[in-house]
C-alpha cells in the first residue's frame, strides 16, 4: 500500500510518519502531483496559521489537486479546516470539499484548546471499535461548527465538528498520531479503507 | 524530565542531580502508564546540545504516541525549526524569551502559537514573585504577573510556571500564584514544582485553577502511580483521561 503524506511545509510531519511506522505501515513524503494522485492512502497534515498554508498550497498546485482526489484522504487538524468553504482565521478560503466554516472559540474559554478531550456521536468506519467518549488530543484555536458532515462531536464550551467525511475525504480535528492507542485504532481503520 | 547529556535527571531545588534513566525508555514507560504529556528540559551546556538534543527528540517521536514538549536552551527561530522537524509537538522557551520577549513574536508568526510555550520560573522576594533564570539562580527585573501578561499578548500558546519556592520540597504547588495567573490569562497554565502526593494534585486543579500538572521525581522515583493519581483525580471530579 503506497501511504503519502502531503508536505507543503506546514506542521510536525514527522509524528505521522512515525505513528505509521509503528502500525507497521510505511509512509512517504511529498508534494509531487503526480506521487500524490496515486497514492492508495493520502494523509493531509497540518498546524499553523490558516492563510499562509493555503498561500504554501496554492503555491504548489495543491489547491487544485487535493478536492479532485478518489483515493481516501485523511485530514489532520489544520489539514482538516482548510478542507473546509473557508476559515474566520485569515479570512482563508479554504479547498471547499466539507460544506461548513471555519470560525475562532469564543473568549469563554481558554484559546488556544490544548490537551486530551472526549468525542462523541461516531457515526463512519473512521471509529471502528472506538468507545464514545474516547479521548483524543487536540491543539486548536479555530473549529468547524456541527454540520451535516460531521461524523464526531467535541465539546469545549459549545459542540463543535471533532470530524468530517463527505465522500472519500475524511478529517478530524485532533491529532490521532498523538492520541495514544485510540488514534493508533483510528489511523488503522483509516489505512485499512 | 530534566535532560543532560542525553541522559534523564531531576534536581532538588535544581541544584543536586540525581539520575533516573534513559528519556527514550522512560518516555515509553510513561506512555504506557497514562501520562497525558511529557516534558524535556535540556540542562546539558555543551557544544554538542543542539545535535543531542535533536536526535533525542527524533527517538522519543519514533517511540511515542502521546504529545511532548521541548525546551532547554532555545533561542531562535532555527532552533524551534530544527526540534519541530525532528517530531516535537511544543517547545518552551525560558531566559531567551526574557532577554528577548520578540522571540515570542517570532515563533509564533512562524510556527502558530499552539507549539510555543513560555516557562516561567519565579519565586517571592519580600512578597513580590520575581522571575529568576538560570535555572532559579538569576533574579531579573521582571514580575511574574507582568511577564505573563505580556507573554501572552505576544502570542504564546500556554504558560507553564515553576514556583522555585515550592520546587523539590514535595510541599504542593503554589496554588495562590497559579489561581491568580488563571484567572488573568486567558491561555492554559501548567502548574510545575511542589509535587510530593496526589492531594497536592488535586488542590492544584482545584484551588490552583491550573490547567495541566507537572511533576518529575514522584514519578521518576515511583512514589506515584499515574494511575492511581488519575483515578484519585476523577473520584475528585476532576476530568482526566483513564
Known amino acids: ?193 | 524530565m530534566d535532560i543532560k547529556d542525553g541522559r534523564t535527571v531531576k534536581g532538588v531545588n535544581f541544584v543536586d542531580l540525581r539520575d533516573a534513566g534513559d528519556p527514550v525508555a522512560l518516555a515509553e514507560i510513561y506512555s504506557q502508564e497514562g501520562a497525558d504529556e511529557l516534558v524535556f528540559l535540556d540542562i546539558s551546556a555543551t557544544e554538542q546540545k543542539r545535535k543531542t538534543l535533536a536526535e533525542l527528540v527524533y527517538h522519543v517521536a519514533e517511540k511515542v504516541s502521546i504529545p511532548f514538549t521541548v525546551g532547554g536552551g532555545i533561542s531562535s527561530v532555527e532552533d524551534v525549526d530544527i526540534l519541530l522537524h525532528n517530531g516535537a509537538d511544543k517547545v518552551s522557551i525560558n531566559s531567551s524569551a526574557v532577554k528577548n520577549p520578540q522571540l515570542i513574536n517570532d515563533l509564533v508568526a512562524k510556527f502558530g502559537s499552539q507549539c510555543i510555550v513560555v516557562a516561567i520560573d519565579a519565586k517571592q522576594i519580600d512578597g513580590e514573585w520575581i522571575v529568576h533564570l538560570v535555572g532559579g539562580k538569576v533574579p531579573t527585573e521582571r514580575k511574574l504577573f507582568e511577564w505573563a501578561k505580556e507573554v501572552e499578548e505576544r502570542g504564546a500558546g500556554e504558560i507553564l510556571f515553576t514556583s522555585m519556592d515550592h520546587d523539590g520540597t514535595k510541599n504542593g504547588f503554589a496554588n495562590v500564584a497559579l489561581s491568580k495567573l488563571s484567572g488573568e490569562l486567558n491561555i492554559p497554565i501548567i502548574a510545575s514544582g511542589g509535587a510530593g502526593n496526589i492531594q497536592h494534585f488535586t488542590d492544584t486543579f482545584k484551588e490552583g485553577k491550573a490547567d495541566a500538572a507537572l511533576a518529575a521525581s514522584v514519578f521518576h522515583f515511583k512514589e506515584i502511580k499515574i494511575k492511581d493519581l488519575k483515578e484519585e483525580l476523577r473520584k475528585e471530579g476532576i476530568p482526566v483521561r483513564i
Open chain 1, 1 to 193: 500500500m503506497k501511504i503519502v503524506i502531503i508536505n507543503y511545509g506546514a506542521g510536525n510531519i514527522q509524528s505521522i510518519k512515525f505513528a505509521i511506522k509503528r502500525l507497521g505501515y510505511e509512509a512517504i513524503l511529498s508534494h509531487d502531483v503526480n506521487e500524490i494522485r496515486n497514492a492508495d492512502k493520502v494523509i493531509f497534515p497540518g498546524v499553523g496559521e490558516a492563510s499562509s498554508a493555503m498561500k504554501k498550497l496554492r503555491e504548489s498546485h495543491l489547491d487544485k489537486l487535493i478536492p479532485t482526489l478518489t483515493q481516501p484522504v485523511l485530514g489532520i487538524c489544520l489539514g482538516m479546516q482548510l478542507m473546509c468553504n473557508g476559515s474566520e482565521e485569515g479570512n482563508t478560503k479554504g479547498l471547499g470539499i466539507f460544506d461548513v466554516d471555519v470560525v475562532r472559540f469564543s473568549k469563554k474559554v481558554k484559546v488556544p484548546q490544548i490537551g486530551w478531550n472526549q468525542i462523541a456521536k461516531l457515526k463512519s468506519v473512521l471509529f471502528n471499535d472506538v468507545d464514545e467518549k474516547s479521548h483524543i488530543y487536540l491543539v486548536h484555536s479555530f473549529y468547524a461548527p456541527i454540520c451535516k458532515q460531521t461524523i464526531a462531536t467535541s465539546s469545549y464550551g459549545v459542540d463543535y465538528s471533532a470530524a468530517l467525511m463527505h465522500d472519500n475525504f475524511y478529517g478530524t480535528q485532533f491529532h490521532p498520531e498523538k492520541s495514544s492507542d485510540i488514534g493508533e485504532r483510528i489511523l488503522v481503520n483509516f489505512l485499512k479503507m
